[in-house]
């Protein structure tokens, strides 16, 4: 396989025929199937590269100067710009998604001195949504909605149980009491996590009926329904020509969004139309290239810091000192006081059991998680034998959904619990586990595996179907209609169930086991997570680890040696990317106010 891998790279870089740019072309081409957007040509791996290309050597000079490379001012097929090395495309979304950022925040400086002044009129109400629940500690979520209210762009990050979405909730109770024809779309990159951020804001306790029933009617998308799918194209109805005819476009899980996805998306919102990004920095970034939503929520380096001006602006908004003074900073930087961290969990405790291992496994406290070794947390289970009667008594948890009778149900009870791998291939990998488990449940005589398509298969869609309007993550359930006909059922993001012909499904998988990389944007009750006995793989990293862990809500159990587990934990997601360099070299619109950057 890695000869196969190293064989495509080697032909990608042949086919320019490029001569000495050949080697960086290979390496290019093997870091974009790892994630990268670009490659630092200073970091090139010299002794590596010359077993594939002898006598190869660094050569700056010869690389800016030929013809297949620019600076980006010209099209080539290859930019090199601050000494990193694009595909040309890669480059240009790059550059989209800085210039988009700069046009919002450019714009929303000329209007941020009425806002400041609405939302000081209406004191009354913005207290009563946030009330100080803790009065000696800041109540971010409250500070993130002011600050979305000021903003044109803002992100909102925070792990599980820190509030987003009841932010977003509140944040929209504000927004529609100030303007009830507001114009809102919300959406996430997978069905799934649509499915559950209106299930959260169904939940959520809006102190004005008229309100909660004008946020009943909003239906979460996806991304890709949202911006208006093209059949067999990369492009979308909506664009920089035909923005989306919204005030207001709330993204939940962020993390999930790829660069190319994150630059189109941008590209649909006019100047005019306010944008909240919501995810968990931590988490794992995209699939496809690029830690977009991570690259921008750590590009100042820190986070929750503000000016002088606006800490006194927080701090009228509560009785006591929302914002303390040691989180006053004077800074330039484009996304100063646009990234805000929900930072206090209302779900995990940081002194035990989940909360406990996923801050260590994000921060690397290997003390910390040792000593989860013992076995004695009620809410964390390390399993380092991977015990067959741990496996099977999981596994067992499948039958609730197999024998409720009413579907909307067993959507429920199968979303329960779900086995999360690390990897696909191999023991412990994806496609293995599912047919360990299918294997298990039909020597309980719970499933009949006599068909593809058999009867309570679980399946998740592994590629959008715009015909059949379903996308990469939606799961359903097979099962027989009252004809007698097997169909298979998926349940949309307002509730209501979908069934399809088996046969018009040809990108479908078996989803009792799933990757951890898949179950972003997913929640469950319990959780296995498996990591394989191969400790030293380079893809097991604390992100994946930290996701694995923070989809479950009361229970994980970990099957992986110790050894394993702290490998994964010292090893991080480094993906190239020229973000956080470019965000640097921005100055903030309000110091630039006559010079704003111009989108092309």
């Known amino acids: 396989m890695t000869t196969l891998l190293t064989d495509v790279h080697r032909h990608f870089a042949a086919y320019f025929k490029a001569g000495i740019l050949e080697p960086y072309l290979f390496y290019l081409s093997k870091s974009m199937s790892d994630g990268h957007i670009c490659i630092s040509v200073q970091n090139m791996p010299e002794e590596v590269l010359r077993e594939i290309y002898p006598g190869f050597k660094q050569d700056i000079h010869a690389l800016k100067s030929h013809p297949l490379v620019s600076d980006g001012t010209t099209y080539t097929p290859f930019v090199l710009d601050h000494g990193k090395l694009y595909l040309q495309r890669y480059y240009h979304y ?157 993204i939940d899980e962020s993390s999930m969004i790829d660069i190319a996805l994150f630059s189109k998306l941008l590209d649909a919102i006019h100047p005019a139309t306010k944008i909240i990004f919501l995810g968990d920095k931590d988490q794992l970034a995209s699939v496809e290239a690029g830690s977009l939503f991570g690259d921008l929520c750590m ?88 015990s067959e009667a741990i496996f099977k008594k999981f596994v067992q948890g499948y039958q609730a959904y197999i024998q409720e009778p009413d579907l909307q149900q067993a959507f429920k009870k199968l979303n329960t619990l779900r086995i999360l791998c690390a990897v696909r291939e191999g023991d412990e990998g994806v496609i293995h586990v599912n047919e360990q488990v299918e294997k298990l449940l039909q020597s309980m005589g719970l499933i009949k595996k006599d068909a593809e398509f058999y009867e309570n298969r679980p399946i998740i869609i592994t590629k959008n179907n715009y015909e059949l309007g379903l996308y990469n993550g939606d799961i359903g359930i097979v099962r027989r209609d ?85 490998h994964c934990t010292s090893q991080r997601v480094q993906r190239g990317s020229g973000i956080i360099d470019r965000l640097s070299s921005n100055i903030h619109p309000e110091d630039t106010f006559h010079n704003p950057l111009k989108v092309d």
């Open 299 to 386: 590009a100042q380096g820190n986070i929750n810091n503000f000016s002088a001006d606006r800490i006194q602006f927080f701090n009228q908004f509560s009785e006591h000192h929302i914002i303390p003074t040691d989180n006053q900073e004077a800074h330039t930087h484009l996304l100063f006081e646009h990234v805000i961290e929900l930072q206090y969990s209302h779900r995990f405790s940081s002194e035990g059991g989940i909360g406990k291992l996923s801050k260590a496994i994000i921060q690397s406290h290997t003390d910390d998680i040792s000593s989860f070794f013992a076995g004695t947390d009620e809410q964390v289970k390390i399993d380092a034998t991977y």
């Open 94 to 250: 790059e550059k989209k998604i800085i210039e988009k950022i700069s046009t919002l925040i450019h714009y929303e400086s000329e209007h941020i001195e009425e806002r400041k002044k609405s939302l000081i009129q209406h004191k009354l109400l913005i207290d009563n949504l946030f009330p100080n629940e803790m009065p000696n500690l800041t109540n971010w979520p409250k500070v993130a909605a002011l600050s979305a209210m000021l903003h044109q762009f803002s992100i909102i990050t925070g792990g599980p149980g820190t509030g987003k979405t009841t932010t977003v909730a509140k944040i929209l109770s504000l927004l529609f009491a100030l303007q009830p024809d507001l114009r809102v779309a919300l959406a996430a990159p997978t069905g799934k996590a649509a499915n559950r951020m209106a299930e959260s804001l169904k939940n959520a306790n809006f102190p004005d009926v008229v309100v909660r029933d004008i946020i009943a009617q909003l239906t979460p998308s996806t991304i890709h329904r949202l911006l208006g799918s093209k059949r067999d194209s990369i492009y979308f109805k909506h664009d920089k020509g035909n923005p989306l005819p919204f005030d207001l476009v709330i």
């Open 482 to 566: 009252t004809d007698g006909k097997t169909r298979v059922w998926f349940e949309q993001s307002e509730g209501q169930l979908i069934k399809v012909l088996p046969a018009s499904i040809n990108t479908a998988e078996t989803v009792f086991a799933m990757t951890i990389h898949k179950s972003q944007g997913s929640e469950f009750n319990e959780v296995l997570v498996i990591l394989p006995k191969q400790e030293s793989m380079a893809l097991l990293t604390r992100e994946l680890l930290y996701t694995g862990v923070t989809r479950a809500k009361n229970q994980v159990t970990i099957q992986g040696t110790h050894v394993g587990i702290l």
